[in-house]
């Protein structure tokens, strides 16, 4: 039995963010009687072979009993993943007499599912990669395991990058009508599969073969909507905390324009407390910012998270033991600075990161990428991110305490700040000291200032948003996202500066101590403290409140050497 017009099965490997298209053709020739598998294929398809085979008799087809050779082409990238049991199932059953009822043509979709030896589908990682590799390909859709299914629905409802039709992603909801032709289709049984490809085309009909339930719908919500009540961090929001105006215009700021900030002051000040409410201040994710963040969580989860859904901002907090791959990545899963693309990394206790790991930051916080290289692969992750660094200022953390007396030796105290290279600090745009204040007007509000409190994370939300769209048609022309992102070349035309205008600028309100990055940053810094002001042209106030925020500024201030 030969297999017809070598008619093959599509399913995809993942390899880092990068999606091949993986074809799964089957053949009998002479030889002793089994299944051998043909192109680089990991133990994980070997099992998912005898899965296969056992689920096929389960459901009483019975494969001849002669050589069966399977093919997986291309033939020399690593075939690795539970996913590929059902392709392989599939194929399999294109050797036998059940196939010839198949009204279906399995060469147009992409199967991706695990299978229990009964013929249960179950849910298996990367789906959002898979579905994305099927549309690119222009085929009809993809069928995966029931659970898998929340997740792929979302793909009916997005945009794509370069089919954005509003100027900006802040002024309408980032949904648009269902994608052309592409269809995401969930199963709970290998023989409901079955089923389906011997009914007729279904393209315009349900999802799901007769006498199925269809999941639970997606209960898809407006950004405006979605930020009411709770964020990715667990629903924290600033209409608990007490700001100051400069802590409320640097948290703004650092929003609007996703600039990374380093927070330092004594224990109990508020550090840690800003840094968990920032997401609630961040816009939702545009639709190429929330597919790639998608693609990055499907690879690492089943089941992804109803916040990450909705398009949301990740938040992600590691902790200072983290090691060096668990922050960048592995070529086959990313780490916290690839999950936090598009949100917010939180890294408390900042000097206490081991020195690789934080010298490991310096190209990923300039570029938005992680390139590396290793001996036998090399891999690349997207982590356009808001850093937000924590850290006391002295091992004990009560130096320049007001009420507290530091203990610390002073090259205890030189040798914990040394611990945050030059370098590193020069790549961080906001530098804020926390005042500390006294217990008593930290906790106990008066019923005036509670109300003054209440309504505080709408008010500095509102502010975020209007900047974002004030900046967002510049900021396209000059093919970037955010402030952040501004090359040194395009900021005299985002500041609304001729080149001479520009040098005067910086001649008469900057120093000429401050590096050429800590000038660029501090200027990208103004040009969004203008945005949240809606003025098109920097001025010196601008420019004077960048530079305080600026790491050499706040040295000063402390009375600090610094690094500089």
Known sequence: MELVNGQGIYSAINDGL??????????????YAGVQLLGNAAETCRDGKERAKTALENLGIYLPAQRLVMSFTPGDLKKEGNHLDLAMAVSLATLVAVAKSWRQNPESWLFAAELGLNGELRPVKGVISFALAAMEQGLRGIVVAVENLRELELLAHLKFAGEISSPSPFAVPP???????????????????????????????????????????LDLETPEHSFAGTSSNGGLDFDDMILSPELRLAAVTACAGMHSM?????????????????????????????????????????????????????????????STPAILGTPDTPGELALAHGGLLFLDEFPEFRRDVLEALREPLETGEIRVSRSKKKFEWLCRVLLVAACNNCPCGWVGSPYTKCHCAVAKIQAYQNRLSGP?????????????????????????????????????????????????????KLGVMTNSQLRAKDLG????????????????????????????????????????????????????TALSWQAEAKSYDRSEPGPF
């Open 18 to 31: 990068a999606t091949q298209l993986l074809r799964v053709e089957c053949g009998a020739s002479r030889g």
């Open 175 to 217: 949904v648009a009508g269902v994608v052309p032709r592409f269809m995401p289709l969930g199963f709970s049984h290998l023989k409901e599969v079955f089923n389906w490809l011997s009914s007729v085309d279904q393209s315009q009909g349900t999802r799901f073969s007769q006498g199925e339930s269809p999941p639970i719908a």
């Open 262 to 322: 380093l927070l330092r002051g004594c224990p109990g000040t508020g550090k840690s407390m800003l840094a968990q409410r920032l997401t609630s201040l961040l816009p939702p994710m545009p639709p190429e910012i929330h597919i790639e963040a998608l693609k990055v969580y499907s690879r690492i989860s089943e089941k992804l998270s109803k916040n990450l859904l909705m398009g949301r901002a990740p938040f992600r907090a590691p902790h200072h033991q983290a």
């Open 424 to 476: 590193i600090l020069d790549r961080i745009d906001i530098h804020l000291d926390f005042p500390e204040t006294k217990s008593e007007v930290a906790t106990i509000l008066t019923q005036e200032e509670a109300g003054i409190q209440s309504g505080q994370t709408a008010r500095m939300r509102a502010q975020v948003l209007a900047a974002r769209e004030f900046g967002w048609t510049r900021n396209q």
């Open 493 to 544: 035309q985002s500041l609304d500066l001729d080149s001479q205008q520009l040098k005067a600028l910086i001649a008469h309100h900057l120093p000429k101590s401050l590096s050429n990055r800590s000038l660029i940053r501090c200027l990208r810094v103004a040009r969004t403290l203008a945005d949240i002001d809606q003025r098109p042209r920097v001025i010196p106030s601008d420019l004077t």
